[in-house]
DNA sequence: ATACCTGCAAATGCTTTGCGGATGG
DNA sequence: CCATCCGCAAAGCATTTGCAGGTAT
């Protein structure tokens, strides 16, 4: 873990021009911890709270740009209200995200996607997708029976 | 024109006990004479102004809830900012979004998903979703050529 | 009559920014 | 040394809400 952060520190140092801090390298243990969610900046400062110093909000808004704009991170906007970020994994295989708009729950898929559908956007289209960057909205099994559809021409 | 608006708003007052106001029916006006965009709160403010009354922006955003939760129109999320809104039209194919990170722009799709997905996602996972409610990011054509990459591990 | 709607001003809540002081390389 | 970063307070900005008066049905 510790190890992991050291590492991607380096690799930040060697091809940015970016300074490590104390802040960082906790944000990016966080991040790490949490790797498997997707994490609010509200969630990360009150981990920082949870461990020995507090990251100021700010702090961690300027943070989360920079590992985005570096690749370190994700961002991702669901629709409610906080962005929330994952940290990558290049070793993961690509997934999508199913989002429920009645609790907001994230259902993460994989192969969803026609294989050739990548190259058939670029040609038909001219667009260049981002991986993991579909988002599908509807309603999760919990929420389903909870609905109202009151009107539909 | 003025026909379609009134034709739907019969139809909300039949199904519902929500009443006809001047401001709905302009912005419904508005909505249908924009159909084939996707236009924010703040555009549909200032077409009312260059009409005869200006709408106040509570008012817009309260008859776009209530449009919302009636199915007339549908609300979207593109992260930019500003919520859009398009006027929902039963006989239109089901299309999906194309939205550039660069430049904002929306491209409509159609035909992307497999035709059992439906089907798949609510027997694998429970999960039902929204016509038109797929989104993928990523960067048109126009902007392709003016990105920076900086780091990957 | 009365439940719903409008319009103004003010509040909300996530996110960003300005700036003086601190610090990494 | 000095460009970058932090931390605090304050500002931005889309959206929401309270409330008093108005209107549709």
Redesign the interface.
């Given at each position: 873990m510790k190890l992991e952060v050291n590492d991607?520190i380096n690799?930040?140092v060697e091809?940015?021009e970016l300074r490590i801090t104390d802040q960082r390298k906790k944000i990016l243990e966080i991040l790490i911890e949490n790797k498997d969610k997707h994490i609010s900046v509200e969630e990360i400062y009150s981990l920082s709270k949870q461990k020995d110093n507090t990251i100021p909000i700010p702090t961690i808004y300027r943070a989360m740009d920079i590992l985005e704009?570096?690749?370190?991170i994700i961002k991702n906007?669901f629709?409610d209200g906080f962005a929330k970020y994952e940290f990558?994994m290049?070793e993961k295989e690509t997934h999508h995200h199913?989002i429920?708009?009645k609790c907001g729950k994230i259902?993460e898929?994989t192969g969803?996607l026609?294989e050739d559908?990548y190259n058939r956007?670029l040609q038909e289209?001219?667009?260049?997708?981002?991986a993991q960057?579909?988002?599908?909205?509807?309603?999760?099994?919990e929420c389903?029976n909870k609905l109202r559809?009151?009107?539909?021409?």
């Amino acid at each position: 873990m510790k190890l992991e952060v050291n590492d991607i520190i380096n690799s930040l140092v060697e091809h940015n021009e970016l300074r490590i801090t104390d802040q960082r390298k906790k944000i990016l243990e966080i991040l790490i911890e949490n790797k498997d969610k997707h994490i609010s900046v509200e969630e990360i400062y009150s981990l920082s709270k949870q461990k020995d110093n507090t990251i100021p909000i700010p702090t961690i808004y300027r943070a989360m740009d920079i590992l985005e704009k570096t690749g370190v991170i994700i961002k991702n906007d669901f629709g409610d209200g906080f962005a929330k970020y994952e940290f990558f994994m290049k070793e993961k295989e690509t997934h999508h995200h199913l989002i429920c708009r009645k609790c907001g729950k994230i259902i993460e898929i994989t192969g969803l996607l026609p294989e050739d559908l990548y190259n058939r956007l670029l040609q038909e289209k001219g667009f260049q997708y981002e991986a993991q960057s579909l988002k599908i909205y509807g309603y999760c099994k919990e929420c389903i029976n909870k609905l109202r559809k009151p009107y539909s021409r």
